[in-house]
C-alpha cells in the first residue's frame, strides 16, 4: 500500500506543477499554528478558509453550471442566522445548531431555484439579488428576536482554542473543496453532475434535447450551492461569536464574485487563490496602512523627495482598501482576463493532445507517450 502511493506520489505528483503546489499549500496550511502564534493574525487565516468554502460554492452554482447568483449571501446569511437564533431561543449547541442551520440553507437554495428556473443572465441575477435584501428587511422589522442592525451576540465557539478551531475549519474546508471539485469534474467516471453542469451552463435547450432534466441539475446545483454556503456562514457565526445584517450585505455576495473572477471562475483552485490573496489585503489594511505611514514620517526630510511622495501616496492608498482591492481586480481583469490562477496555471502545465495527460509546460514531448508537446 505505502510503495502503491509512493509510485502514485512520484508519476502522478511529481511531475504536475499544479498537483505538487496544492499538496504543498495544504502542508503550509496545516502547520502555520505551530509558526504563527498570535491570535489576531492566525483568525485571519481560518476566516479566510471560511470564505474559499463562500467562493467555491458560488463558483460551483454559477461558474460552472451558469445560474448567475448575485445573491449568493442569502444561504451564508440564513444559515448563520439559523443557528444564532436556534442558539438563543433553545439554548442548542454548535454540534446541533450546524448540521440544522445546513439543511435550512439547502432548503433555501431549492425555494430560491423555483422562481428561477425559466430565468437566466441578468433577469436571474437580478431576481437572486433581491432575496437576501428581502430577508434583510424581514431581519431588520423583527428586532426583538433577531437584534436588528445589532444582530445576535454570544454564540458559542466551535472549538475551546483559537488553534482547536483553525483546524476544524481547515478540515472542514479541505473535505469541502474536494467534494465540490469531485462533483464538477467533467472528466470523472463515475459521477457525471460535473459533465452536465457543463453542458447546461454551454447550451441548456441543447441539453434538454439530449434529455436532460436540466430542472433537476438546476435545482441540485442551487442545493449544493446552499449547502456549502450555509456551512460557511454557520461556521463563521460560531467563529465570530456573533451574527449581523452584514452576513445577508449585497457587499458580501458581490465579495464572493470578485475573489472568484480574481482567482478564476470555472476552477476551484482560482476560487482559493483568489482568497487567499485579497482577504488578507482588507484583513490587514490597517497594519498595512500604519507601516507605509511609519516609513513616510520616517523619511521626511532625510530621503529624495520621490521617495517620500511615493511613501505618502502609499499610506493614503492603503486606508482604502476596497479601492486597492479594485484596482488589483482591474489590473487582473484587464492582463489575465481568465484569472489570475488559471493563468498561472496555463503558463506551467501543457495538456499532451494524444493521451491528454498533464505535463510540465517546459517539456518538448509527453512523459507518457512522447508525442510533441510544441
Given at each position: 500500500?505505502?510503495r ?41 487565516f ?84 433581491a ?9 431588520l ?12 451576540q ?46 447546461i ?24 450551492g ?48 483568489g ?61 489575465m ?38
Amino acid at each position: 500500500m505505502v510503495r502503491r502511493l509512493l509510485k502514485d506520489f512520484r508519476f502522478g505528483v511529481l511531475p504536475v506543477p499544479g498537483r505538487l503546489i496544492a499538496i504543498i499549500f495544504f502542508i503550509i496550511l496545516s502547520v502555520i499554528p505551530l509558526l504563527l502564534q498570535h491570535p489576531y493574525y492566525l483568525r485571519m487565516f481560518v476566516y479566510a478558509n471560511i470564505f474559499i468554502i463562500f467562493a467555491v460554492s458560488w463558483d460551483v452554482l454559477s461558474g460552472y453550471t451558469g445560474q448567475l447568483n448575485f445573491g449568493h449571501a442569502l444561504f451564508f446569511g440564513v444559515a448563520a442566522y439559523s443557528s444564532a437564533l436556534m442558539y438563543k431561543f433553545l439554548g442548542w449547541q454548535p454540534w446541533a445548531t450546524i448540521p440544522l442551520s445546513v439543511l435550512v440553507a439547502v432548503a433555501a437554495g431549492v425555494v430560491t431555484c423555483f422562481p428561477a428556473l425559466r430565468l437566466r443572465g441578468p433577469y436571474l441575477a437580478l431576481l437572486t439579488m433581491a432575496f437576501p435584501l428581502m430577508l434583510l428587511g424581514i431581519i431588520l422589522s423583527l428586532k426583538n428576536y433577531t437584534g436588528a442592525e445589532h444582530g445576535i451576540q454570544g454564540l458559542p465557539h466551535i472549538a475551546a482554542t483559537l488553534t482547536q478551531e483553525y483546524y476544524i475549519v481547515m478540515a472542514v474546508m479541505t473535505v469541502s473543496v474536494l467534494i465540490m471539485w469531485k462533483l464538477t469534474d467533467a472528466g470523472s467516471r463515475y459521477i457525471r453532475t460535473g459533465l452536465i453542469f457543463h453542458a447546461i451552463r454551454e447550451d441548456e435547450m441543447t441539453a434538454r434535447a439530449t434529455g436532460i432534466n436540466t430542472i433537476r441539475y438546476k435545482l441540485l446545483a442551487f442545493a449544493i450551492g446552499g449547502l456549502f454556503a450555509g456551512i460557511a456562514g454557520t461556521l463563521y457565526a460560531h467563529v465570530a461569536g456573533a451574527t449581523d445584517i452584514s452576513t445577508l450585505s449585497l457587499t458580501m455576495s458581490f465579495t464572493a464574485v470578485i475573489w472568484v473572477v480574481f482567482g478564476g471562475i470555472v476552477s476551484i483552485y482560482g476560487s482559493v487563490v483568489g482568497v487567499y490573496v485579497l482577504y488578507p489585503l482588507v484583513y490587514l489594511s490597517t497594519d498595512i496602512s500604519r507601516f507605509f505611514g511609519g516609513a513616510y514620517e520616517a523619511t521626511i526630510g532625510n530621503q529624495p523627495a520621490v521617495l517620500v511622495e511615493f511613501l505618502r501616496i502609499m499610506q493614503r492608498l492603503t486606508s482604502f482598501p476596497i479601492l486597492v482591492l479594485s484596482v488589483l481586480v482591474i489590473l487582473i481583469l484587464l492582463f489575465m482576463p481568465r484569472g489570475l490562477a488559471v493563468q498561472i496555471h496555463d503558463k506551467i502545465e501543457r495538456e499532451c493532445p494524444r493521451c491528454k495527460l498533464t505535463n510540465v509546460a517546459w517539456r518538448h514531448d509527453c512523459r507518457a507517450c512522447g508525442a510533441s508537446l510544441r
